[in-house]
């Protein structure tokens, strides 16, 4: 079998940054990519990533993975992992395949997995007319018209910001969300329409949409919606029995650490604020830093014999 002082599950931005961080540091590491694709697949680009704004998402990683290769330190596989044990002072992991590998400490860099609202027509348009980032694809649909998809409270707190894009803004209340009078007075005063109930569809020709369904049958005309998914972690995060925060997501300390000896966590999966590829990148090459340091640091120890140990100590 084998054996890897680093594996990454999750062959995304903070995977793939956290392993060339490692390959620079000699770190012997693989990356573990899921054939499933990417959460942001079907967006048309990567924004505000300097070097590389508006490429792909795919010609990002692609990239990196370039830049990776030419160390000769990690080595990148699509695959899927289905099983993760400690053995002794590491884990093993076993692929969907059938392949067992060996790794003193593991990433997980897996992200998350989106629960998209039950409205008809919305996956057809995800990433194009319905989007979940005004940073992200604000700019390119600037001056249309907007909805923002108002399912939990939170979001409410930043209708002040999408007006930053376009003056012709609606927000759709969803049936449960309780907006106090000021606040919605507030919101008007700045020329955004609320309407209440539940959407119902989205039409449209093919990915572009022009109206928002409403359950009552109203219809709305509207260019863009946006629209902030509830999130999970994936299966195999679940298995990991790791400690996680309120809202869902993996604890992680200062250092990446998560609440399980010898797993760090980075990425998505760590928080629920502003996902993005620069977040996620910095994130990864940060939690690579503290693998190296935590790997010299039980290196050193174990090269200490009780007697060197001894006169350490005095």
Not at 110 to 130: A, C, F, H, N
Not at 178 to 206: N, S
């Amino acid at each position: 079998m084998t054996e890897y002082q680093v594996a990454i599950i999750g062959g995304g931005p903070a995977g793939l940054a956290a392993a060339l961080t490692l390959s620079r540091s000699m770190m012997r590491t693989i990356v573990f990519d899921s054939p499933i694709p990417a959460r942001n697949a079907a967006s048309p680009h990567v924004a505000a990533f300097p070097s590389m704004d508006m490429a792909k998402p795919q010609d990002v990683r692609d990239s990196i993975a370039e830049n990776i290769r030419a160390y000769g330190y990690a080595e990148l596989k699509s695959a899927e992992i289905a099983e993760v044990s400690e053995d002794n002072d590491g884990f093993v992991l076993s692929s969907q395949g059938g392949s067992s590998f060996r790794a003193k400490r593991l990433l997980m860099t897996t992200g998350m997995v989106d629960l998209y609202p039950s409205i008809e027509g919305l996956k057809q348009r995800w990433g194009t007319s319905v989007i979940n980032c005004p940073f992200c694809h604000g700019y390119e649909l600037r001056n249309q018209s907007w909805g923002v998809y108002v399912h939990r409270p939170e979001i409410l707190a930043a209708a002040e910001i999408y007006r930053n894009w376009t003056d012709d803004l609606v927000m759709f209340i969803e049936p449960g969300i309780d907006v106090a009078p000021e606040r919605a007075e507030a919101i008007e005063a700045l020329g955004i329409r609320l309407i209440p109930g539940r959407i119902e569809a989205l039409e449209g020709d093919g990915a572009k949409l022009s109206e928002v369904v409403l359950r009552s049958g109203r219809r709305v005309p509207r260019d863009v919606l946006l629209v902030w998914p509830h999130q999970t972690q994936g299966e195999l995060v679940k298995s990991l029995d790791l400690p996680l925060s309120d809202d869902g997501y993996v604890k992680i300390d200062e250092c990446y650490r998560s609440g399980r000896r010898g797993i760090y966590a980075a990425g998505d999966l760590t928080y629920g604020g502003h996902q993005n590829t620069n977040t996620a990148i910095h994130m990864g090459n940060m939690a690579a830093a503290w693998l190296v340091f935590d790997l010299c640091q039980s290196r050193a120890r174990e090269e200490i014999n009780p007697e060197d140990r001894i006169e350490a100590a005095q």
